[in-house]
């Protein structure tokens, strides 16, 4: 395998479960919904998708495990924030909170064990093209998944009548409710939604990324995929680009570290924080760029008026 | 059978103090179950966890060491989010703080008077501060998201620590450990009679009554207050939004700041990987349990802080993890949210799905 072979398939691996967990955030923060529980659903993803892996010998349960860890973290999010109204931001962070504590209470019983990796989907004959071969087709399906969850989307969102109604949800939800949608409905799945893509991400690192559990191993991804959110100014495609310019970040400390540069690990490790916060301010700094898509209702808590 | 909301006319006052308590009965009783679950018995258990942690006096002292942080961090804490500022970044400016104050025994390690210990607290505060004024920065600055740029702030100064400790800041006679020399004399703060309990705790109950007199009796309370529920209204008021943020930011982080300088010039006597077990993010908690309100938050935190114990306790004699408190404190956090519903709003069961729709 070639360097440069190595380096584009380790920033696939490092990008792909920032992109699943950003995309997830997108589609909720569209519908006018902020979670920042995240965090707490990719490591409940990650915790849960390891301990059915291993469990049961099949990483592709652990998968399944992973995604319906997050749609129940994020259920409990949604029955708080939109039935019974409680503030989003405060919701958000009691979820991190306790994803990462219970996390930590069921993985204790797997830490160090060998973990099931996901296995690669070999396509005959592509897969064993050179170069092209493995950084083309030669992945596991949650690679695959987090490139056409974002394009589905896309699509969703742009060219269908149920995207036209999430964004209208979270452009005006009065005139949305006025219009006959019922709003705490389309929420609670667009909710939903971005629990099972942070599920995703959290399998994705427990069982491909490094496939073991560690505490708090996702280390403040979720927080960057909610950054990432904010940096693709809520357009899926721009999502993608992001999450793969985040990934290259997160890799290349261990490259520059591995040619020896005298640069303290530490620092090198820092990188992908400093870089999220130099990414929000030059977006946030953009006021047009911003703007434009912006959900409008974001952040607000919706009682229908009676 | 589905659940209506039915808004009050006014807040219920009642549940404003009641909801905590609803709160904290709902995470006991899940708590139990959880205990059940595991294959314990429930009612020792959660004697173990709640009550033994306070019926002797060593575990009394251990419980104000604990205590005193998050009441700093907390109180700090509650006015921010008063504001609607959020700083989840706590735990960093907690970090930065602790450093700042380190570097006087680190440099200037034969050192001894009573200057000292003054002027590593002072450069506590002021670390926790300049960290804290980062967020505030962006966010007047540029309008960056406070809550994600404190978050990522977090980690930095974590990582900065383990390079201080690991590299330049290193204790040369060590053995090669990861912590700095260990402090002594007057870069230690004094004790309250015998046990650990050290002043830290008299500064947590100064900081909650300065704050307490702050937020109810002044104009900076006031505009705080305003700004919190309507950056309008204040506006008209002339009251500046980021000026707000600026102070919130910078008092919150120099609170934090000064519970890290506390935490290793006490219990720790020096710098090492790790300061804290995440007082930062529990006093999130702290703010909320104590309805915002810093003599609220005196209460609070010494709760949060039986938690703690209770985790430690229960590790030792029930041989759970002690991971088990994180998973209460997030738990209690959730239940008061969800409680917290109660003061704005009745809760009614309609009786069928139709209903409902209609609502």
Known sequence: MGALEAVILTIITASTPLLLAAIGELVTERSGVLNLGVEGMMIMGAVCGFATAYTSGSAMLGVAAGLLAGVVMSMLFAFLTQTLMTSQVATGLSLTLLGLGLSGLIGEAFTGLPGVKLTVLDIPFLSDIPFIGPILFGHDILVYASLAIPLGVAYVLFRTRLGLIITAVGGNHHSAHALGYNVIRVRYGCIAFGGACSGLAGAYLSLAYTPQWIENMSSGRGWIALALVVFSTWLPKRLMIGAYLFGTVWIMGLYVQALGVAIPAQLLSSLPYLVTIVALIIISGNKTLTKVNTPACIGQPFAPER | MMIVLEKRSEQSKAMTFLSPVLAIGLTVVIGGFIFTGLGLDPFKALYIYFIEPMTSIWSVEELIVKAAPLILIGAGLAVCYTANVWNIGAEGQLTIGALFGAAIPVYFTAWQSPLVLVLMLVLGAVGGALFGAIPALLKNRFGANEILTSLMLVYVAQLLLDWLVRGPWR???????????????????????????????????????????????????????????????????????????????????????????????????????????????????????????????????????????????????????????????????FFILACDTLIHYRIKFAPGAGAAKEA
């Open chain 2, 171 to 333: 204790d040369p006679q060590g053995f090669n450990f990861p912590q700095s020399v260990p402090f002594e004399g007057w870069q230690l703060l004094p004790l309250l009679g015998e046990g650990r309990v050290h002043i830290g705790a008299i500064l947590a109950v100064v900081a909650v009554i300065i704050l307490w007199i702050m937020m109810g009796r002044s104009l900076r309370g006031f505009e705080i207050r305003v700004i919190g529920r309507s950056p309008r209204a204040g506006a008209f008021a002339g009251f500046g939004q980021k000026r707000v943020v600026w102070f919130c930011f910078m008092l919150s982080g120099a609170l934090a700041g000064l519970a890290g300088i506390c935490e290793v010039a006490g219990p720790s006597g020096q710098l090492q990987p790790t300061i804290s077990p995440g007082y930062g993010f529990t006093a999130i908690i702290v703010a909320f349990l104590g309805r915002l309100n810093p003599i609220g938050v005196l209460f609070a935190g010494i709760l949060l802080a039986i938690s703690y114990l209770g985790g430690e306790a229960a590790q030792v004699e029930l041989g759970i993890s002690d991971k088990t408190a994180q998973v209460f404190q997030g738990m209690l956090l």
